[in-house]
């Protein structure tokens, strides 16, 4: 098991839903949720990215970005994000180097694990076990405890 606690997150560039390229990079400054999930449309993964939509400006409001992960392509992404109105990136990592270097694959699935990255690039919370419908409620209570 990679342990990645205060450490830099490593970096990656993805598309987005739109294909729009990402940089975890891009975002210091700020908080960054990074989550990843196995697959677009299925029960949980939907769940859990409805759960984050609907608390997204509270996220916003203490200044935390959100972004999900998982290896479907950006076609997939586009229509998960229309069909869930997501108003946060999707990543698209189809050659699977980021649920690599994150340590998040599972032979050919992804597992659904979420990191915390604070305003320096650090990861500050590795979330191992995530319960999709509780995840939104425990990343705000813990972005409020900082």
């Known amino acids: ?3 990645f606690l205060n450490q830099l997150a490593p970096d990656f560039s993805l598309k987005d839903q739109e294909g729009t390229p990402h940089k975890l990079s891009d975002y210091r400054g700020g908080l960054v949720l990074l989550y990843f999930y196995p697959k677009d449309m299925t029960p949980g993964c939907t769940k859990e990215a409805q759960c984050f939509r ?3 400006n509270d996220l916003k409001d203490l200044n935390v970005q959100v972004l999900g ?3 479907d392509n950006e076609k997939s992404h586009k229509k998960f994000a ?3 109105h997501l108003n946060f990136p999707i990543l698209s990592d189809t050659d699977k180097s980021a649920v690599r270097e994150y340590g998040v694959r599972k032979g050919p ?3 659904r694990e979420s ?3 604070d305003q320096n ?3 500050i919370k590795h979330y191992r076990k995530v ?3 509780e995840h939104a409620e425990e990343v705000l209570g813990d972005v409020k405890a900082l």
């Open 121 to 123: 690039g650090m990861i």
């Open 69 to 71: 992960i998982s290896i």
């Open 82 to 84: 229309e069909k869930e």
């Open 54 to 56: 609907d608390r997204l």
């Open 1 to 3: 098991m990679i342990d």
């Open 115 to 117: 990191f915390l990255i």
């Open 109 to 111: 699935f992804t597992k």
């Open 131 to 133: 319960n999709p419908q």
